[in-house]
């Protein structure tokens, strides 16, 4: 009976091995690509849109991944960055691209968003697992006031939390930016 019991206590613990292995293959992981650009169509802007000056100092930098550089040899967004450019209309500030693995919120690490020129854009790209996939987005823009104004420059600020789908363009509006975000699952051969 004792030699039973082992048996079948050995045969449980070899039939949950199967079950706690496949829950690590369940660990997925993500690429990431974001392009910020500037919209410079003019009247469109509010003196409401503007971030106030405590606004401006929420933005938690400490703690947050830093993505090296571009993960895959092409972006995939690089035929829409030469169009924005081209148009005259905007100008792109930042476009990054990195792989992340799905966390959740409470521990997911936002990546830092930095733009050519960093006096210019900051911010932060949450990415996490609540049920769904979510994406949380903070970006403040900096420009130099027009000539004649009080302040020497104009603070904008995009926030925006949102369930996202992987391998569809989502797109962030604010009057004075734009957000392209793609998530793009990653193939376990890839990695």
């Not at 650009?37 to 405590?54: I, T």
């Not at 933005?59 to 690089?78: I, M, N, Q």
């Not at 830092?112 to 609540?130: C, H, Q, T, W």
């Not at 004649?148 to 509006?173: I, M, N, P, W």
Request: proline residues 5%.
């Amino acid at each position: 009976m004792r030699v039973m019991l082992i048996a079948l206590c050995g045969l449980g613990l070899l039939g949950a091995l199967p079950v706690q292995a496949a829950s690590a293959d369940k660990e997925s992981t993500y690429e990431i690509e974001v392009v910020v650009f500037e919209n410079r169509l003019p009247d469109l802007v509010g003196d409401e849109l503007l971030a106030k000056e405590a606004d401006t100092r929420i933005l938690k930098l400490e703690g947050v991944a830093t993505p090296d550089a571009a993960v895959s040899e092409t972006y995939l967004y690089p035929a829409i960055t030469n169009l924005l450019e081209r148009d005259g209309h905007y100008h792109v500030l930042a476009h990054q691209h990195w792989q992340q693995t799905i966390d959740a919120k409470t521990i997911a690490k936002p990546v830092k968003i930095v733009g050519d020129n960093p006096a210019e854009l900051e911010g932060i790209v949450r990415f996490y697992m609540s049920r769904f996939l979510h994406l949380d987005i903070d970006l403040l823009y900096h420009q130099a006031a027009p000539a004649g104004a009080q302040s020497g420059e104009v603070v904008y600020r995009l926030t925006e939390q949102r369930k996202v789908k992987s391998q569809e363009t989502h797109y962030f509006d604010h009057p004075k930016l734009g957000v392209l975000v793609r998530v793009m699952p990653v193939e376990k051969e890839k990695l």
